[in-house]
């Protein structure tokens, strides 16, 4: 099934798609305005630093209670909820006037991000249960390159419109936008879901020990997170400043090189999607990381680099997405939510910890090429190291590699 095909023959898939993307492009659009609204009103180095982390961390934080939440009450109930409290919590930033207001911008900004992390838990707890196979690998693949999408689009636009517009124009717009999306989940027929009547600490603890005796989830974890490792911002923006400059602006060299990472990651799917398989994952995964040693030696020229980042982008939403779906298709229906939402604290963790080792490095003066060569040597290692425990952890044999596993 294409991605076309799946959209045009499932109506609940293509109206949980189109709330995606409206969502991520408010979500981009807030990001863009909250910072220019900080540092208008004088807020330093340590508080930007403080609300940066507050996007991520109720993935970190929340994960266990919103997973368990997620499979206590119905998608019907829920995510409405979650929607209303991100419109709220947008439209109450427009309280911010001052630096004196930064602790109440800091709440507000915490629980738009929990309802924000809750509500995509939810949705990828949905999918599972109506989709399956190559639907559910699409639709998991739709996920990933929408978010590829507005988080070029969303950061551009998100830009132009604070800057011509201003702060609370753009707070407007993003309430508005989580309003049409509100509508449309109301208007979409979500299947109807039994919830459990039993008490949240019961389930949080049963989820908890759930995911702890099954070693193949655990594995599965363990190999999804390796692409949170490809969160290149500060390469990228140290790459900008020390070799690009005198190619082009440095704000437009960023943009361009991101740009053609989100394209690629967008692509990708079309050419590798039908071809990976459990069988092959572990090779794809070390192309990855050969595509990313490519690209750390074409890194230092701007137009090499560009090329450089056209492979290296091209197996990430297939490496997301395929490995999101081994995960869901193994869960128990009932520790859906639970299970998602424990991935998806530990792939935020992971991310934030390589984001700040990579920083760590490039600060002690490692070249940005050699960052790069890093990550994709981790992922040459976390390919190696799939082909040696799927075995052991998924109980099933591996046999000889074979060119015809690609087909």
Not at 20 to 26: D, G, K, V
Not at 103 to 109: D, E, H, I, P, Y
Not at 347 to 373: H, N, Q
Request: with cysteine; proline share 3%.
């Amino acid at each position: 099934m294409t991605h076309l095909s799946l959209l045009k023959s499932n109506p609940l898939v293509r109206n949980l798609s189109l709330i995606q993307l409206i969502n991520y492009f408010a979500l981009m659009f807030t990001q863009v305005a909250l910072f220019t609204l900080m540092a208008q009103n004088g807020i330093g180095a340590l508080g930007l630093s403080l609300a940066a982390a507050l996007f991520w961390a109720p993935s970190i934080l929340l994960s266990p209670l919103s997973g368990t939440l997620i499979d206590r009450f119905s998608s019907k109930k829920l995510l409405p909820f979650l929607l209303l409290v991100e419109i709220l919590a947008t439209l109450l930033f427009l309280a911010f006037t001052a630096k004196e207001d930064f602790g109440m911008l800091l709440a507000l900004l915490f629980l738009r991000s929990a309802a924000g992390t809750t509500y995509y838990t939810a949705t990828m707890s949905l999918l599972p249960k109506i989709l399956e196979g190559d639907s559910l690998q699409r639709a998991n693949e739709l996920h990933s390159m929408i978010y590829s999408v507005c988080l070029t689009l969303g950061m551009a636009l998100g830009g132009i419109v604070v800057h011509s517009l201003g702060v609370k124009s753009a707070f407007l717009i993003d309430a508005s936008l989580y309003l049409i999306a509100l509508m449309i989940l109301i208007a979409t027929p979500l299947p109807r879901e039994e919830s459990p009547n039993e008490p949240i600490l019961a389930m949080l603890q049963d989820g908890f020990f759930y995911l702890f005796s099954q070693k193949s989830l655990l594995f599965i974890m363990a190999i999804h997170a390796v692409v949170a490792t490809t969160l290149f911002d500060a390469i990228v923006t140290l790459l900008a400043k020390n070799h690009y400059h005198q190619t082009l602006a440095i704000p437009l060299a960023i943009g361009f090189i991101n740009a053609a990472r989100a394209f690629s990651a967008m692509v990708g799917p079309f050419i590798f999607g039908r071809i990976i398989s459990e069988k092959n994952l572990g090779w794809m995964l070390a192309l990855e990381g050969v595509l990313l040693i490519f690209w750390a030696f074409l890194a230092r020229e701007f137009y090499a680099s560009i090329l450089g980042v056209l492979g290296a982008g091209i197996l990430i939403t297939t490496l997301w997405s395929y490995t999101m779906t081994m995960l869901q298709k193994r869960i128990e229906k009932r520790y859906y939510g639970r299970v998602v939402a424990y991935n998806d604290m530990f792939f935020t963790l992971i991310a934030v910890l390589s984001s700040l080792l990579i920083g760590y490095l490039l600060e002690l003066g490692m070249e940005e090429r050699w960052g790069i060569a890093l990550i994709g040597g981790f992922f040459i290692l976390i390919g190696v190291a799939y082909a040696k425990g799927r075995e052991r952890f998924l109980g099933e044999k591996i046999g000889d590699f074979n060119f015809k596993d690609f087909r």
